[in-house]
């Protein structure tokens, strides 16, 4: 079913906004600040290898490094200026080429199909080995697993419009817990169904003809926000890091030697 394009863009507009104003620039800077630490951890690693390396001083080196990352603190500004480019930068919904386009689709279903695998393995745990699992491998479901999968069969129905009333006794909470990675599943494999269709939806995004097609491809241009959202806050952290915050915490180092 086509998604009216108006609705969409004007709910995702207010979530995006909400989370470049509250919560986007403070953790896009925490990230920035443990690739830091990544770096100098690989640097003092990296140096272990060297043929002329004496390890007398490596507890030393270790030490000097952990205080001067515990004392270091990022540039008051970043936070302010990371949070007027993300904001800039999500406000634009144009996606300007095909190249653009492909790309934001190969990010969209990589996404989708991470959390389509993480949910696999969830309802795996829950339900138990599937039928040709039992039958090949000896395999068994638990008591639990066996309700579980009694509660999803009807979970199930109500997915695809047939709900009956259970048969047998389980709490709110139980079908609850149920529900959630069933519809879960069941969202994530239609989206990327939906996916697979916009791949070739470039010429009716771009004329305009989305919706006289009724082709749904609005979170394609979803995810190209937030693709070229990472890109400019990368290149923003990686300037930030070496015009100031690695000279600072190299020049920390130093003083405490």
Not at 132 to 158: P, S
Not at 161 to 179: A, H, I, K, M
Request: glycine share 4%; proline share 2%; charged share 30%.
């Amino acid at each position: 079913m086509y998604c009216t394009e108006g609705t969409f863009n004007t709910a995702v507009d207010i979530k995006l906004r909400q989370w470049a104003e509250q919560q986007l620039p403070a953790k896009s800077v925490e990230t920035g600040w443990e690739g830091l630490q990544l770096v100098f951890t690989q640097f003092l690693e990296k140096a272990k290898q060297s043929k002329d390396h004496d390890p007398i001083f490596d507890q030393l080196k270790s030490a000097v490094v952990e205080e001067a990352m515990r004392k270091h603190s990022w540039e008051d500004k970043a936070v302010d200026m990371l949070r007027v480019l993300q904001l800039n930068t999500l406000e634009d919904r144009s996606v300007h080429d095909k190249q653009q386009w492909d790309n934001a689709v190969k990010f969209l279903e990589k996404s989708l199909n991470d959390k389509l695998e993480a949910t696999e393995t969830l309802m795996k745990d829950m339900f138990g080995p599937s039928t040709k699992e039992r039958w090949l491998y000896w395999k068994y479901k638990t008591e639990e697993q066996k309700l579980r999968t009694a509660v999803k069969k009807e979970l199930d129905k109500i997915l695809y419009s047939d709900p009956q009333v259970l048969g047998f006794e389980v709490d709110n909470e139980y079908v609850r817990q149920t529900w959630h990675p069933v519809f879960r599943r069941h969202f994530l494999r239609s989206s990327l169904s939906k996916s697979y269709e916009c791949r070739k939806g470039f010429y009716l995004y771009h004329q305009g003809l989305q919706r006289e097609f009724e082709t749904d491809c609005n979170q394609v241009v979803l995810f190209w926000r937030i693709q070229q959202m990472l890109k400019v806050t990368s290149n923003a952290l990686r300037q930030q890091v070496m015009n100031r915050e690695g000279k600072k915490t190299s020049i920390r180092s130093m003083n405490v030697f």
